[in-house]
C-alpha cells in the first residue's frame, strides 16, 4: 500500500547505506560534490543503526543493495555496466547482481515447476539439476528433456510479487515527496517514471509474457548475422516456469575468457551496440535488459541473448525521431538536432530553437575528437540534465527504457573495447535507417499505409461524410434570435384566450 508507512522504508534505506559503510563509497564513486557528500553523511549518520545488515562478506555496496530487495538489485544492475559513471572497481563489484546472487531452495523450485505445470519433475525431464545462475527475480536451472535435448528451466522467486511492490510503493512516495519539496523537478515527471517502471515489472513477473517476448523476438531477429535468441518450449512454460533451448558459450562479462577463446572482444563490442541499434530502429522491438549477465558469446562468435523480461517498444514515428537526433549528433548539426526537438514537441514552443542548439553544441562538442576512455559519461550527464532544465524539457516516458538500454549497452561495449567510440559505429547503422524511413521509398510506404486505411473503412466512408456534413451545416446555419422581453407576457396571454375559447366553446354545447 501507497502512503506515510513507507517513510520508513525510506529512512532503512539510507540507514542501511549508512550501516554497510556503502554511502561513503557510493558518494565517492558518482563524484559527487564535497558539500552534497557532507550532507548525505549527516542525514544518514543518525540513523545508522535502523539499517539493515546485510550479508558481511559482500563488498559494501553489493551487501547494501542486496539487503534492501529486487527493485534495488535492479538499479545496481545498470550501474554494473557503467565504469565510467562509477569506476571500474566498482562496476565490478555489482556484476554479481546480474546473475550471481544466492539461489532459493531447489526444493522450492521443484515444488514450483510440479505446481505450474501440473505433472511431477520425472514425467517432464530426464534430468533437473541445480541453480546455475541467479538474479533479482528468478533463477536458472539446467535440465534435459525426456528426449536428451538440453533446455534451461527459469523458475520465479517465491513471494517476488509482494517484495517488488513494496519497493515500488516507496518508490512512489519518494517520487511525491520530490514532486512536493523540489516543484522544479516535476518537469522530469518522477511519478510517471515509477509508474512506468511498475508496469514494466509486472510484465516481468509473467513468464509467459516473457516467453512470448522470446518468441516475437526471434523472429524480428531471425536474419541478424551473429545474434540468436533461444527457442521456447511452450508446453512447459507457465506463469512462474519457463523453458528454454539451452544456450551454450561464455558470459559477455568474462572478458578474458572471451580473448582466450579467440574472441575478438572490439569486434564483439560493435556488434552489441549495432544490433541494439538496428533492433531498436528497424523493429521498434528491442531487448530492453541487455547487461553482460544477459549476454552470452557461443564458441561460434554468435552473440546469445537471454532474458526477454524487459523488452522495449517505440512507434515509427518515435523512431524517425530517435535516429534524426542520433544523426544530428553524429553530423554535428546542432540545429537540426533542437528542430527536431521542437518539432516533436520535446521542448516548449516559447523557448528559442537557436538558443537551444547552441547548448546542444556545448554537450556534443567537447566528446568529439576525444579519445572514448576519457569521456566522464557522468559529467555529460550532468551537463545535459542542466540543459534540459533550463529549456523547460519533460521526461518522456516512452523513451525511459530506450534511453537506459542506450546506457546499458554502451557500457557493455565499452567493458568489450574501452576505446571504442560509439558515435562512429552508430553512425552507419542509423543513416541507413534515415534513407529507409525518410527518403522516397519511404513516402511511398507512407502512402499506401494511408491508402490501407482508406481502403479498410472504404464501406463506411459515404456514412461518415454525410454525418460529418449534416453537422458541419448543423454548425454553419445562424443561431436562433434572442426572445422578446415580452414574449413571456404573450404566452400567458395565449394561454388564457385559449382557456377562454375552450370554456365558451362548452358552455355552447351545453
Known amino acids: 500500500m501507497r502512503g506515510p508507512h513507507n517513510i520508513w522504508r525510506l529512512i532503512r534505506t539510507g540507514a542501511t547505506f549508512e550501516r554497510t559503510g556503502a554511502m561513503k563509497v557510493a558518494l565517492e564513486a558518482l563524484e559527487l560534490p564535497p558539500h552534497l557528500r557532507l550532507i548525505a553523511r549527516i542525514l544518514g549518520w543518525p540513523f545508522k543503526w535502523l539499517g539493515l545488515r546485510g550479508d558481511p562478506s559482500l563488498p559494501p555496496v553489493v551487501r547494501a543493495i542486496t539487503a534492501l530487495g529486487p527493485a534495488y538489485i535492479k538499479f545496481g544492475q545498470i550501474l554494473s555496466t557503467r565504469p565510467d559513471v562509477v569506476g571500474a572497481e ?33 514425467e517432464m525431464f530426464a534430468e533437473l539439476g541445480p541453480a546455475i545462475a541467479a538474479a533479482s527475480i528468478a533463477q536458472v536451472h539446467r535440465a534435459r528433456l525426456l528426449g ?34 523540489s516543484p522544479s523537478s516535476r518537469r522530469l515527471r518522477p511519478s510517471d517514471v515509477i509508474a512506468h517502471f511498475e508496469s514494466v515489472v509486472r510484465a516481468e513477473l509473467d513468464l509467459r509474457m516473457e516467453a512470448a517476448a522470446a518468441a516475437e523476438f526471434a523472429a524480428n531477429t531471425e536474419g541478424d548475422a551473429g545474434f540468436r535468441v533461444p527457442s521456447v518450449h511452450w508446453p512447459l512454460s507457465e506463469k512462474r516456469v519457463m523453458t528454454l533451448s539451452w544456450a551454450e558459450g561464455a558470459p559477455m562479462g568474462d572478458v578474458a575468457a572471451l580473448r582466450a577463446a579467440g574472441h575478438d572482444t572490439t569486434a564483439l563490442a560493435e556488434r552489441v551496440m549495432r544490433l541494439f541499434l538496428s533492433h531498436a530502429l528497424r523493429d521498434g522491438y528491442f531487448h530492453a535488459d541487455m547487461h553482460q549477465g544477459n549476454l552470452k558469446v557461443a564458441p561460434g562468435g554468435e552473440i ?44 516548449p514552443a516559447d523557448r528559442d530553437v537557436d538558443e537551444f542548439a547552441q547548448a546542444l553544441r556545448s554537450v556534443g562538442e567537447p566528446i568529439f575528437g576525444m579519445e572514448a ?22 521526461t518522456r516516458t516512452e523513451l525511459i527504457l530506450l534511453q537506459r538500454t542506450m546506457v546499458v549497452v554502451e557500457g557493455v561495449a565499452r567493458s568489450l ?94
Open 90 to 122: 566498482l562496476a565490478g563489484q555489482l556484476r554479481v547482481l546480474q546473475d550471481q546472487l544466492p539461489p532459493f531452495p531447489e526444493a522450492v523450485a521443484r515444488a514450483t515447476i510440479e505446481a505450474e505445470l501440473g505433472a511431477p519433475i520425472a
Open 148 to 181: 536428451g535435448e538440453p533446455v534451461a528451466v527459469k523458475v520465479l522467486r517465491p513471494g517476488i510479487e509482494r517484495a517488488f511492490q513494496r519497493d515500488i510503493d516507496a518508490f512512489y512516495l519518494a517520487a511525491g515527496l520530490v514532486e512536493t519539496l
Open 304 to 347: 546469445i541473448a537471454m532474458d526477454f523480461g524487459i523488452m522495449g517498444r517505440i512507434d515509427a514515428y518515435t523512431r524517425r525521431v530517435y535516429a534524426e537526433i542520433l544523426m544530428g549528433f553524429i553530423r554535428k548539426d546542432y540545429r537540426r538536432v533542437a528542430e527536431v526537438h521542437f518539432e516533436a514537441g520535446y521542448v
Open 373 to 394: 576512455s576519457r569521456i566522464s559519461m557522468a559529467r555529460l550527464l550532468a551537463h545535459l540534465f542542466d540543459v534540459t532544465e533550463r529549456f523547460g524539457m519533460q
Open 417 to 510: 573495447d574501452p576505446g571504442m567510440n560509439m558515435w562512429q559505429v552508430a553512425g552507419p547503422v542509423v543513416e541507413d535507417y534515415i534513407r529507409q524511413s525518410l527518403g522516397p521509398r519511404a513516402v511511398l510506404g507512407d502512402l499506401a499505409a494511408t491508402a490501407r486505411v482508406l481502403a479498410r473503412f472504404g464501406p463506411r466512408l459515404p456514412d461518415i461524410a454525410e454525418r460529418l456534413l449534416l453537422r458541419l451545416e448543423a454548425d454553419a446555419k445562424p443561431p436562433p434570435p434572442p426572445p422578446s422581453r415580452w414574449e413571456p407576457l404573450a404566452w400567458v396571454g395565449l394561454g388564457a384566450g385559449a382557456m377562454a375559447l375552450g370554456v365558451a366553446l362548452g358552455a355552447l354545447l351545453l
